[in-house]
């Protein structure tokens, strides 16, 4: 039966990506606003959605640090997994925006989720309200640096003739599936690795994360089948900042989240840490503003070496 879960999970978040994909690419005709800044908001909040709901649930069943595991999982999951598959599907071009402001909020974020639970273990009310207006000021200045640019890339353009109630269906359709799809992938796992005698700390760092990273995965693949290149490395950045200021963000302020497993600040965060940073010199070398099949192939093989050492240390 979880075998089952696992395989039903997957076609829904196929599906889901897929309305993602097509509402996001509407939504950026509709608002006169680069796809890139359509695949950090829409997308990346739909996308996160698993995050935020297994995170909240931990937190109020009392089981709080759940959320830390999975988010420094799935963070790690995003760019190693998702962004390595993608590229090697296809070569991934590289926006200007992506270092001059991207890239730097990601890290930032990301720096401070470290300091904030280096400082006392456990990730307060106080933090995590700052961490949610951290994000509402970062889609301000998005979103507004957005307008300034009006230029539309390529897409189809018979979206852009869609009515906004096919819009706003294909969204609550793709959000559905990916819910749906993501807590059954997550249930199948969940069983086939207590079967096999694992560890619920090796569940929720990786087989959780990745289920809840598969949404990420599904809706970047096809973007870049279809060529939707932006909104595949944006979806990606876009939900790894959602789920530090978002999902952390918003469980804490329910209730504080404490560190009990100590391999997450001693570990598991620079695992994150590294895999954000290494996005910056991997888009200047060896050729520049692109991620490369090449690349893809690395960021893959170094995920695949995280999850030996993560097994192997049980």
Known sequence: MSVLWVVLGFILLVVGGEYLVRSSVALSFKFNISKMVIGMT???????????????????????????????????????????????????AVDRSFYKLNWPVMMLFSIALYFFLKNDKVLSAIEGVTLFFGLLVFLFILIKSAKKDKVIEDVDDT???????KIALWLLIGAAAL????????????????????????????????????????????????QEKAISLGNLIGS???????????????????????????????????????????????????????KGMVLVGAYGLLMFFIFTRG
């Open 159 to 165: 979206l852009a003739k869609v009515s906004n109630f």
């Open 179 to 226: 819910f749906f799809g993501s807590e059954w992938l997550v249930k199948g796992a969940e069983e086939v690795a207590l079967t096999l005698g694992v560890s619920k700390g090796v569940i929720g760092l990786s087989l959780i994360a990745i289920g809840t990273s598969v949404p990420e995965l599904a809706a970047s693949v096809i973007a870049a089948a279809k």
């Open 240 to 294: 790894n900042i959602f789920n530090i200021a978002s999902v952390l963000g918003l469980t804490s302020i329910i209730k504080p989240i404490p560190v009990t497993e100590d391999s997450i600040l001693s570990y598991d965060i620079f695992w994150m840490l590294g895999f954000a940073f290494v996005l910056f010199p991997l888009i200047f070398l060896p050729k520049k503003m692109q991620i490369s099949r090449i």
């Open 42 to 92: 829409v997308v990346s909040f739909a996308t996160s959605a698993p995050e935020l709901l297994v995170s909240l649930n931990a937190a109020l069943s009392g089981s709080p640090a759940i959320a830390i595991n999975n988010v420094v999982g799935s963070n790690i999951a995003n760019i190693g997994l998702v962004l390595g598959v993608t590229a090697m599907v296809g070569a991934i």
